[in-house]
T-cell receptor
Framework: SQQGEEDPQALSIQEGENATMNCSYKTSINNLQWYRQNSGRGLVHLILIRSNEREKHSGRLRVTLDTSKKSSSLLITASRAADTASYFCATDDAGGSYIPTFGRGTSLIVHP | DSGVTQTPKHLITATGQRVTLRCSPRSGDLSVYWYQQSLDQGLQFLIQYYNGEERAKGNILERFSAQQFPDLHSELNLSSLELGDSALYFC????????????FGPGTRLTVL
């Protein structure tokens, strides 16, 4: 089974609105990463948050991590049509292999 | 452009055949990862190499094998291909072996007919 699971599976918004995606995971982690994938292309790393961090910002991206709830959220503010993509969280397993395990992703569509 | 290259971009072959996918990591990256992405299974980790040595194994079938060469490029060999092996195969690289940002290549789309 997947270590990380994104929610919702799909999200459709208008340009200018904020988009929030969530990731839940099962075991203790060292860090959590968010990636973006445009259709049929390779994944692009967005942000990494360590288990001892609670919030991180990068441009219009804001990531939070709640280790007590084993969850993370990715907020994209003032979304643009170019943000249309699938977004994945990747978690390692602090007690295991440290290999990032990817969820199935959230498909985001931003309408112009 | 991530700096990771993969060849070929597309591959169409028949069941029972064998193919080789090639990956060149970013300059300076020692670690290479292989992933399979299909609609029903999502992105599945297959195997990782670090500086020529196998570091971790994931959901890799016995029909599949990989290696990393002294120049750090890697090859993924898929044999006795089945229809279900049709997928996007990604290579990613990172500087070290653990807890690092991964840089993904553009992928190889394999179609097994």
């Amino acid at each position: 089974s997947q270590q990380g699971e994104e929610d919702p599976q799909a999200l459709s918004i208008q340009e200018g609105e904020n988009a929030t995606m969530n990731c839940s995971y099962k075991t203790s982690i060292n860090n959590l990463q968010w990636y973006r994938q445009n259709s049929g292309r390779g994944l692009v790393h967005l942000i990494l948050i360590r288990s001892n961090e609670r919030e991180k910002h990068s441009g219009r991206l804001r990531v939070t991590l709640d280790t007590s709830k084993k969850s993370s959220s990715l907020l994209i503010t003032a979304s643009r049509a170019a943000d249309t993509a699938s977004y994945f969280c990747a978690t390692d397993d602090a007690g295991g292999s440290y290999i990032p395990t990817f969820g199935r992703g959230t498909s985001l569509i931003v309408h112009p | 452009d991530s700096g990771v290259t993969q060849t070929p971009k597309h591959l169409i072959t028949a069941t029972g055949q064998r193919v080789t996918l090639r990956c060149s990591p970013r300059s300076g990256d020692l670690s290479v990862y292989w992933y399979q992405q299909s609609l029903d299974q999502g992105l599945q980790f297959l195997i990782q190499y670090y500086n020529g040595e196998e570091r971790a194994k994931g959901n890799i079938l016995e029909r599949f094998s990989a290696q990393q060469f002294p120049d750090l490029h890697s090859e993924l060999n898929l044999s006795s291909l089945e229809l279900g092996d049709s997928a996007l195969y990604f290579c990613a690289s990172s500087v070290a072996g653990v807890n690092n940002e991964q840089f993904f290549g553009p992928g190889t789309r394999l179609t097994v007919l």
